[in-house]
């Protein structure tokens, strides 16, 4: 069964902020990091289960990409009934756990 993938405004801002975070329109290698991360967020479409609850929020999983110490969390939820996946947040795995006021 495949999943549609929607991205919320809050991961989208957050996926806009990283590609000019790391000049991917300036680097071929960030361009390639920032497409694969995306084909990477794309995949979930297939496979939704694959990743892991959050600790956060057992309602929530996290897609991890990266290497250490460069990891990205995208955090989503599925939607069942929909077929879909919502992510709702991508940030850097170093950063503290999120909150809810942090999905906004």
């Known amino acids: 069964m495949v999943y549609l993938v929607k991205m919320s405004a809050r991961a989208e801002r957050d996926f806009t902020n990283l590609y000019n975070d790391i000049h991917a329109e300036q680097s071929d290698a960030a361009w390639k990091w920032f497409a694969d ?3 990477a967020i794309l995949s ?3 496979l ?3 990743c892991s609850v959050t600790p956060e929020k057992d309602e929530l999983r996290q897609l991890l990409y990266g290497r250490k110490p460069h990891i990205y969390r995208v955090i989503y939820r599925i939607l069942e009934k929909k077929k879909a ?3 709702l947040h991508i940030r850097h795995g170093a950063r503290r756990k999120f909150r809810a006021s942090d999905l906004r």
């Open 37 to 39: 991360f995306r084909d």
């Open 44 to 46: 979930l479409s297939h």
């Open 48 to 50: 939704p289960y694959r």
């Open 85 to 87: 996946i919502e992510v």
